[in-house]
């Protein structure tokens, strides 16, 4: 059965105030992406990550303790010493560096200085212009799958509604990136991952929202636009906060409890659904309104076909 039967919330009334907010939101994420940028990790930047086994018996320190130690004496205070699987094991991450031999260099200066029994897992060096590559190749990424939502929308459903998404997918974008900014959390190839799934996702829920919109206007003809996006809100309203909130669930327990190698991405996923939830109720659906989507352009009437003179 429809919604209008249920009384559906009026979700639209509200529409303005919200869109203030977002537009708020927006200018605050872009004022500090085009004043501080992005955090870029060793992906983007270049530099060096060196994966340890340091056993630690020969110092009173912990192993990341000694490590952070050496790194500052040796003039790295910028360096990222964090702990992966064991007690044992230490990730190092230097960036903004462009010297291939300084990996060894370190690992040798470790065994000499902290513990000769220190074991070099795995070492990974990228240059400058490796990760400018990779900052170019994530940005066409990005604006090649708005690209293709957009023209996935407007075969679909019709122009109005593709603008309407694809709006909606650069406002929950920005505003992700923003946060990344503003709290200068690194920005790395699992971010960007993260990114691109969540405008898989976000555009998921929209194409619901739609959907029951497109529904309602072919079946309840008495109802105005407003009444019409009110109803499909409310009718496919349980299903999206069921289906974010069980997957913020699996985001924050891998936030808390995954370490630092899945921090980036969790969150960056956390943020982006919370805000895509948001925006495939009020943004998308707003936009429509603003637009002025009519029931024609989705189900245009028929041509009257005009007959020949009447034969006498």
């Given at each position: 059965m429809l919604a209008v039967e249920r009384g559906p919330v009026n979700f639209m009334g509200r529409r303005?105030?919200?869109l203030l907010l977002s537009g708020v939101l927006v200018t605050v994420s872009l004022v500090s992406l085009f004043?501080?940028?992005?955090?870029?990790?060793?992906d983007f930047n270049g530099g060096v990550a060196l994966q340890l086994e340091v056993p630690g018996a020969a110092s009173r320190q912990s192993p990341l303790e000694s490590i952070r130690a050496r790194l500052e004496a040796l003039g790295y205070r910028d360096a990222s010493v964090?702990?992966?699987?064991?007690?044992?094991?230490?990730?190092?991450?230097i960036g903004n560096n462009d010297d291939p031999l300084l990996g060894d260099r370190l690992v040798a200066d470790f065994r000499a200085r902290i513990d000769p029994d220190i074991t070099l897992l795995g070492m990974e060096f990228v240059g400058p212009?490796?990760?400018?590559?990779?900052?170019e190749r994530g940005g066409l990424a990005m604006l090649l799958a708005l690209g293709l939502v957009a023209l996935y929308i407007t075969f679909r459903f019709q122009a109005k509604f593709a603008a309407g998404a694809l709006l909606a997918l650069v406002h929950d974008v920005i505003i992700t990136l923003g946060c990344f900014s503003l709290s200068r959390w690194e920005f790395n190839l699992s971010v960007l991952a993260a990114i691109l799934a969540l405008i898989g996702y976000s555009i998921n829920d929209t194409i619901v929202v739609f959907d029951r919109i497109r529904e309602v206007f072919r079946k309840a003809r008495a109802l105005d636009t407003v009444q019409v996006i009110n109803?499909?809100?409310?009718?496919?309203?349980?299903?999206t906060l069921v289906t974010s909130l069980t997957t913020l669930l699996v985001l924050l327990a891998m936030c808390f409890f995954g370490g630092q190698g899945l921090f980036g991405f969790s969150i960056a996923l956390s943020i982006g659904i919370a805000?895509?939830?948001y925006s495939s109720i009020y943004i998308a659906s707003s936009l429509l309104l603003t637009l002025k989507v009519q029931?024609?352009?989705?189900?245009?009437?028929?041509?009257?076909?005009?007959?020949?003179d009447a034969q006498p």
């Open positions: 303005l105030a919200l004043v501080q940028g992005l955090n870029f990790g060793l964090v702990a992966f699987g064991s007690d044992t094991d230490v990730m190092v991450r212009s490796t990760g400018e590559e990779l900052r109803t499909a809100i409310s009718s496919t309203l349980d299903r805000v895509g939830t029931r024609l352009d989705l189900f245009p009437l028929p041509e009257r076909s005009t007959g020949g």
